[in-house]
């Protein structure tokens, strides 16, 4: 490799564009922005208003080096020169055997994948059930069968994590010609487990592992970081270095190591699934990213986890807001003056839901066993809030979340966060816990009934995939192209559809994981638990009857 890590060659080959000063005679038409500037002399521009039409000096900035494939600027889909330099000096920084980059996001990288592993029709795949759509895509694109594999579902705060080793084993056993098996680690609150054992039930068995670690791009980068895919022994990683680095959005890459895929193949794929004008800002973008990791190593997270640091110590002092993390976390460290993690804390109790045993009562039941320090999962332990008005209140404070759902808030560091963030985050914290004080003093002194149903609800949907009758993976369903046609479906009574293929996905929400998925054959566990949840008055999506009186099934004989 000729570059050094400090070197940014294709962020370099950009600047070089543009103190070049050549006259563009090729795409893209703004011509380095100059279908804007020239406008900004009065005389080619209308009178009123026209103005506005002019962006602002610095996305014409940006627009100096929005290049394409010219001389000088290598090609995505060919790279000989500053690409190719740029990709092998991010599988130096990732620790892959080769790197792509990727425009289209983590969602580029999971369809081109699973078009590689999946080289003929009906190919089986072993998919972890709960999986971002583009998981789902890719499987429809490739005309896959996927064996869906039960996530485990961490007992204290009830999030899906991942498939268990042993779950894998069984599938595997089962599914010996599967051509590969995809996981999804962490998770969106930053939930995780070792990989370790699952690469090597793979590789055991000849199948490579793909593992979605769109959220992980900064994994096994700082000692307080969990290990990375690839050290783990993933074969193909998707991340989105947009996510949890410091790339534009969609900027993503997929890292490959070992001889099971197909490298060739996956480069064709990469072509049909990317545009054939990638662009440069996205890719100089992950080029800088990587140089800001590959120069600075470690110390590039040492200012963002100090501030996430900040926050929980003090976070710890204002005991109306729990904070989500691992068991064995909370066995070794209990933060100071922090209540107890979910599932055992006193503020739970006092609001009259009810409660799992204490963490700590429960070791063997640890549901995971890593956690992302830069996603910082909090909740509102006195039940007042839930996640979704939490989130609510805090973007009133100026404090925008990643995202919240019936319980939980979930607050993204990064290595770009400041202490001045957390402390901003903080003030929004006690100020909401102020305000609440009225609504908090109710709810402890009189749980309704509507309280007590609403925590009935909560912790059966969210048991939901503890169920013992729940099969650890599914029969294969077949993903295709081709729409369901109304006349190839039928509305049946729930009581009735066990034996029957489902044409709709149904998710209880939360977790939101896919209880069925459209062309999976209805089992009669599936109609029990979608029968309980029903009458406890769960959530659903998918599914065209809201009341799950009836669900609709693919007519026999026709699919
Ligand atoms: C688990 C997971 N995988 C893949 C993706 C797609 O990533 P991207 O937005 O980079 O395409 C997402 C997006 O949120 C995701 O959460």
Redesign the pocket.
């Known amino acids: 490799m000729k570059y050094k890590p400090y070197h940014a060659p294709l962020y370099e080959a950009l600047l070089h564009y543009q103190e070049s000063g050549n006259r563009s005679f090729h795409v893209p038409g703004h011509k380095n922005g100059q279908a804007y500037r020239s406008l900004m002399n009065p005389e080619n521009r209308k009178q009123h208003g026209s103005s506005d039409v002019i962006p602002t000096a610095a996305f014409l900035d940006m627009m100096q080096m929005d290049v394409t494939e010219i001389t000088g600027t290598d090609d995505l889909h060919h790279p000989e020169g500053v690409i190719l330099g740029a990709q092998q000096l991010a599988a130096d920084c990732f620790g892959a055997e080769e790197s792509f980059f990727l425009v ?5 990288g ?1 369809l081109a994948m699973l078009l590689t592993v999946c080289d003929e029709p009906q190919s089986i795949v072993l998919v972890q059930r709960n ?2 759509k ?2 789902i895509h890719g499987l429809m694109l490739a005309g896959a069968r996927a064996v869906f594999l039960e996530p485990h579902v961490d007992p204290s705060s009830g999030l899906a994590v991942m498939p268990s080793a042993e779950t894998v084993e069984a599938a595997v056993q089962a599914y010996p010609e599967a051509k590969g098996v995809l996981v ?1 680690l962490p ?2 609150y930053g939930m995780g487990d070792d990989l370790k054992p699952i690469a090597d039930i793979c590789h055991a068995a000849g199948m490579p592992l793909l593992v ?1 670690e ?2 992980g791009a900064h994994y096994g980068q700082h000692p307080e970081l969990p290990a990375s895919a690839l050290s783990c022994g993933a074969d193909g990683v ?1 991340q ?1 270095t ?2 949890m680095l410091s790339a534009f959005t ?1 900027g ?1 890459m997929l890292h490959i190591q070992g001889p099971l895929l197909n490298r060739s193949l996956l480069r064709q794929r990469l072509a049909m699934v990317q545009s054939s004008s990638p662009s440069y800002l996205v890719m100089a973008s992950l080029d800088l990213a990587r140089r800001l990791l590959h120069v600075q190593g470690a110390d590039t997270f040492t200012a963002g986890l100090a501030a996430v640091d900040a926050f929980k110590r003090g976070l710890a002092e204002l005991p109306r807001f729990q904070l989500l993390q691992p068991v064995q976390a909370l066995q070794q460290e209990p933060p100071a003056g922090a209540e107890p993690a979910a599932g055992g804390n006193k503020a739970a109790d006092a609001s009259g839901r009810p409660t799992a045993p204490p963490a700590a009562a429960m070791p063997s039941a640890a549901g995971y066993t890593a956690q992302d320090p830069f996603k910082v999962v909090i909740y509102d332990g006195a039940g007042v809030l839930s996640g979704y008005g939490l989130q609510q209140q805090l973007e009133a404070y100026g404090c925008v979340p990643e995202m919240s759902d019936e319980r939980y808030v979930v607050l993204l560091f990064s290595l770009g966060s400041t202490r001045s963030d957390a402390e901003h985050l903080l003030q929004a914290l006690e100020h909401i816990s102020q305000a609440n004080e009225n609504e908090l003093r109710q709810g402890l002194n009189e749980p309704s009934a509507q309280a007590a149903k609403k925590a009935v609800h909560y912790i059966s949907t969210w048991n939901n995939l503890q169920d013992a009758s729940v099969e650890p993976f599914s029969e294969p369903i077949v993903f295709s192209l081709q729409p369901l046609s109304e006349k190839d479906t039928a509305e049946v009574e729930l009581e009735d559809c066990a034996g029957y293929r489902s044409a709709e996905m149904i998710i209880p929400y939360p977790p939101g994981i896919p209880l069925l998925y459209a062309g999976e054959r209805i089992s009669p566990a599936a109609v029990k638990r979608i029968q309980l949840l029903r009458d406890e008055g769960s959530r659903f999506h998918g599914a065209a009857d809201d009341t799950l009186r009836s669900l609709k099934i693919i007519k026999e004989g026709q699919k």
């Open positions: 289209g996001g983590s969602t580029a999971n999986v971002h583009s998981v999804t998770n969106y979605d769109a959220h998707v989105s947009h996510k969609m993503a």
